[in-house]
């Protein structure tokens, strides 16, 4: 069983820009990758706002019953959270690396637009071997 459902990547202004499923069942369409992460942005900036804590960056991780939902936010306001299974460890590692990967293969790809979807080969490329490598990882433990 796959340790990692899918993996999502917003913009600044919370629009979805990049989306992968990795799950083996029942796979979301569209316009429910969509209205998750517009939900998922909503709430992270609510709950900066909300926070006691000054300085609080937001909602980290989301645990539910049949799924954990981890949160890494760059500087520059891009979320990328992945869906896993619950009780999933060490995924802010997984998900600094897929931010380095963003950096690395579509931030300096010169035909790539800021804020547009990801359309990137290499990027998609080094992706799958880091989720297979986390996932080799994750039935090792």
């Known amino acids: 069983m796959a340790a990692i459902y899918s993996l999502y990547i917003i913009n600044k202004s919370g629009g979805l820009i990049f989306y992968k499923d990795y799950g083996l069942a029942g796979r979301m369409d569209t316009n429910d990758s969509l209205r998750l992460a517009s939900l998922w942005h909503s709430m992270h900036a609510i709950s900066q706002q909300l926070s006691p804590i000054s ?14 939902l981890h949160c890494f936010q760059s500087l520059t306001g891009t979320k990328f959270f992945v869906v896993s299974e619950p009780g999933t460890q060490h995924m802010e590692h997984l998900l600094k690396h897929i931010y380095e990967l963003y950096t690395d293969y579509v931030l300096k790809n010169p035909f790539y637009e800021m804020e547009m979807p990801i359309r990137c080969e290499l990027f998609d490329i080094y992706l799958s071997q880091a989720i297979q490598k986390d996932r080799v990882a994750y039935l090792g433990r």
């Open 55 to 68: 300085g609080c960056s937001g909602i980290e991780l989301l645990e539910a019953d049949t799924f954990d």
